[in-house]
């Protein structure tokens, strides 16, 4: 069965130039043929795009969608003038812990499905609200039951139960419950924040224990002040720096040098009033930047892909081009991945049409729900 999505009035690829009346057909779930709507070869069904701009599905690749409760009071505190510091990540890890399998798979699903709505096809989901043995392997299962792209971030903070310990706690996600975690895992993630949570000797284990069993390096890097997680994930040879909100020169020449990504979060700076990254020196230093929306109850509460690409334009100084290419293909680099993030013959049928003719409006029209179609391996949603 193939479908033609033709009469596409602008197509972002991210492989060559963006293509006006544009049309491509779609088999198997992959992209089989893109080329000018005048010439489309016939296709079993047909979807008339009737002018309107498509692009490849969003890359979400940094979100924390397994989790219980939720955080409006210190949002609102937040909001009056109090400062974000991470400690709130204790108060959901108690929430999770007492909430059941369904309970925790019901709210994935709410938030998979909302982010499917707005255009996320491929999305990363880590744990860390667990932090217990127990507690990570079965949101690392629960995460595995909507992606593959599922993160081991045990080393998100020291519990409430290890205060004092965190170099127990360190032996501990390097030890048992890593082991736990591994067969439900594809990544290792740690939160390196020296003083709110892990310095980067036990960031280096963490990642290197992680490495050992076989899962991909990743990390929380400089979030809430300057420090070494940039450093220690360029070292680490890891996917991608998450954050990056406060980076020195030699952060960014680390970068640079590396394949590591620089996936930026700007929902966090918006949602604890926080200065955003700097995604003008990273671009113009020739880092790898992606977008992403780092979903979970404390420090970004949204799924909304198009809502990121409008404050990394309007906040960030990224162009329009360059914010959707961050939220698509940058989004695949950061997970290493190059059947998403991009439309050409082979790739994954995974791409959205806007109610707009350009994917400017994505940032020129914010906070309005313009993905009016998603397909999702080829399929309408
Ligand atoms: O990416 N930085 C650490 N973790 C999350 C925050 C989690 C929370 O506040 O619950 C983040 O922003
Ligand atoms: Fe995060």
Redesign the pocket.
Same mark, same amino acid.
């Given at each position: 069965m193939s479908l033609l999505v033709t009469n596409i009035g602008e197509l972002v690829t991210n492989d060559g130039p963006v293509r006006s009346d544009a049309a491509l057909v779609i088999e198997g779930g992959r992209i089989a043929w893109i080329g000018p709507a005048g010439s489309a070869p016939a296709a079993d069904e047909m979807l008339d795009a009737q002018g309107r701009a498509a692009l490849p599905g969003f890359v979400d690749s940094?979100?924390?969608l397994v989790f219980a409760g939720d955080r409006a009071g210190e949002f609102a505190a937040r909001m009056a003038g109090q400062r974000y510091t991470g400690g709130g990540i204790r108060t959901t890890v108690a929430a999770t812990q007492a909430a059941s399998d369904d309970e925790l798979r019901a709210t994935a699903a709410r938030l998979v499905r909302e982010a499917l709505q707005q255009g996320t096809t491929t999305i990363e989901i880590?744990s860390g609200y667990g932090l217990s043995v127990p507690d990570e392997t079965r949101c690392l299962r629960i995460a595995g039951e909507f992606t593959t792209e599922t993160t081991f971030l045990g080393a998100h903070v020291v519990p409430a139960s290890f205060a004092g310990r965190a170099d127990e706690y360190v032996a501990l996600a390097c030890g048992e419950m890593l082991d736990a975690a591994v067969p439900y895992a594809r990544w290792v993630d740690v939160?390196c924040e020296p003083g709110a949570a892990f310095d980067a000797d036990q960031a280096r284990a963490v990642l290197a224990a992680g490495v050992a069993a076989g899962l991909a390096p990743r990390v929380?890097a400089n979030q809430l002040g300057p420090g070494p997680g940039v450093q220690v994930a360029v070292e680490l040879g890891a996917a991608s720096a #998450?954050?990056c909100t406060h980076l020195s020169p030699a952060d960014i020449d680390a970068l640079a040098g590396s394949s590591t990504v620089a996936t930026l979060?700007p929902a966090?700076e918006f949602s604890t009033r926080s200065a955003y990254p700097p995604a003008r020196r990273l671009l113009d230093a020739g880092v790898t930047v992606a977008l992403a929306t #780092?979903c979970?109850p404390g420090?970004?509460y949204t799924t909304s892909m198009p809502f990121c690409i409008a404050l990394a334009v309007r906040e960030m100084g990224m162009t329009p081009a360059e914010a959707v290419w961050a939220a698509t293909a940058g989004g695949a680099r950061a997970l290493r991945r190059d059947d998403i993030g991009v439309l050409r013959p082979g790739a994954r049928a995974d791409l959205v049409l806007l109610d707009a003719p350009s994917h400017v409006h994505l940032a020129y029209r914010p906070g309005v729900p313009l993905v009016s179609t998603v397909l999702h391996n080829g399929v309408p949603i």
């Open positions: 940094h979100t924390h880590k939160f929380h #998450d954050h979060l966090a #780092d979970n420090s970004s």
